[in-house]
């Protein structure tokens, strides 16, 4: 059994040598608890504002500790009433190979209705932040423009197809052509912008000719402030993350911040550990989506534990398409 550990803070963006991965022992389940072997994990770029000296909505990470993700993975051993051996379970059980929990840091999934991984991204936490930012946050009207920063990646593509099936214009921001052309053809948006092109601000202007009501920002930075003089009157902006300066060394002053001013715009950052009476609504209406074929989801998966920490630095730096994963037992 292994685990990664977190090493060294970084200064900017990280380094592989800022974890460490250590033997343990297979941990015995007790009286109420199951072991879990687990087949995938999630690497998540919240762990890079844990990884600061200075909290943020997620505790600071002390070094020495375990990280902390989502896996998706089988039961062992069972001491859980209702969870037998071989059932699939959901929880955040951390980057290692077998985990002990309780029943309360469990949910049992149905790999019948949906493969394994997808309890990991759009049909888990991954599509939770999006249905919760998009609806309770943005309350999207139909026949309105919903334009969604990090548009290729696990949140940003639930964003625009849950936009779509709002009867909205889904517009996408995302890093290269290759991306933007699969935010289009594979997820369904109406159109998706460079913003690494030279010319993204008048292309970003003319693929949203009403404007935008709803601007779902995963990146902040330099994009938001290009999105800001292009917003409606009482826009809503929900603040899903700041992604473009979670390795910045200086942070980034907003210049258009008047324009919230002018147009009565509301922004509103959110985390979605404060809204679980949303989950069940959000979860059953995802589920719905995908049992009719209206949600489709990309995955990046590396292999093997000891890759972890360079996907999650792989992720960070937008290598990634859809829901970033590193497989834990080989295929
Ligand atoms: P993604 O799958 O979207 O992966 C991260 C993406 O960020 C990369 O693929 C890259 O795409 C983009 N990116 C990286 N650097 C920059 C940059 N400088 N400028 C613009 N884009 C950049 O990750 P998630 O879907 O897991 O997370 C998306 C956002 O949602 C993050 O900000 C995350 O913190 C937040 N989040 C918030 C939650 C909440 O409760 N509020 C819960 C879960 C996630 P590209 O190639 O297009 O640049």
Redesign the pocket.
Known sequence: NRKVIYAKRPSGAPTTDCFALQDMPVPVPGDGQALIRNDYLSV???IRMRMEEKDSYAPVMAIGETLVGRTVGQVVISQIGGLAAGDWVVGRLGWQDFSVAGAADLQKIDLAAAPATAYLGALG??GI?AWV?LMTFGRPQAGETVLV??A?????SVVGQLAKLQGCRAVGI???AA?CALVKEAFGFDDCVD?KSPRFAEELAAAVPAGVDVYFD??G?P?LDAVLPLLNNFARIPL?????QYNATEPYGVKHLREIFNRRVTMRG????DHKDLWPAATQALAQAYAAGKLAYRETIADGLENAPQAFID????R?V???LVRLRPA
Not at 315 to 318: A, H, Q, R, V
């Open positions: 998540d770029p919240y936490s991954t932040t930012g920063s990090a290729s990646g696990a949140v940003g995302a890093g290269g991306k913003y995963n990146v930075g994009i899903c993350g700041l992604v473009s959110f985390v979605l550990s992720m960070l730096d937008g990634n859809g829901k970033q």
